[in-house]
């Protein structure tokens, strides 16, 4: 009978320590003309479980109007636990598909903008970086696109601001290329919430 009484402390125990652990995500997308590479991963207890996603080409298909995309995950810092590159597509029709669906959440859930907002307050962004080179050959034409991505790069951290809790000032950067046809952005992001909130507003 101790034995039982000690094991369902150890849960209750075990459940708490889940329930007020940070989750970290470390997003880091690069883009480069054509090619694109993502990676998003997720760590708790400081780093001693991580789960990466790698995603290193996204591209139009040429024979579909679909976005053909590769990826892997790995487990913690092994090379050896990483799954084999997995190759997929988006098609219009399937993104549809998964709007409808979500559409359909939204409609059945009671009080869903009011869930998601609060929980959407919860989350903290440690850091936040975006830097981006770009030319198109023109000083004119490049000189307007420079000033237009400030402003739309303006408008995303007023909007992340509004929604999260910045923990420190983003660092953003606009260099314009005069000379060539060029569109380079690097945009590394960390953001961190306790999984407890998580589960309150998925029972929610």
């Not at 953003?172 to 306790?194: D, E, G, K, N, Y």
Request: proline share 2%; hydrophobic share 50%.
């Amino acid at each position: 009978m101790n034995w039982l009484f000690i094991a369902l402390i150890i849960i209750i125990l075990f459940i708490l320590l889940i329930i007020f652990s940070k989750l970290t995500i470390l997003l880091n997308y690069f883009h480069h003309n054509d090619n694109d590479e993502l990676k998003i991963q997720f760590r708790i207890w400081f780093g001693l479980i991580r789960y990466t996603l790698n995603v290193p080409l996204v591209k139009i298909d040429d024979n579909s109007p679909s976005i053909v995309v590769k990826g892997s995950t790995q487990m913690g810092d092994s090379s050896e636990k990483e799954s084999p590159t997995k190759e997929g597509q988006i098609t219009k029709e399937g993104l549809m598909a998964k709007l409808t669906n979500a559409k359909e959440v939204i409609q059945h859930v009671s009080n869903m903008n009011v869930i998601v907002s609060k929980f959407i307050k919860r989350i903290v962004i440690k850091h936040f970086e975006w830097h981006s080179l770009v030319g198109v050959g023109d000083a004119a034409h490049t000189g307007i696109i420079t000033g237009a991505l400030w402003t739309l790069k303006g408008s995303v951290v007023g909007m992340l601001s509004n929604f999260l809790r910045l923990k420190e000032m983003p660092i953003l950067s606009v260099t314009p290329h005069f000379q060539m046809a060029i569109l380079q952005t690097h945009i590394t992001c960390i953001f961190q919430f306790r999984i407890g909130y998580a589960i309150l507003a998925g029972l929610k």
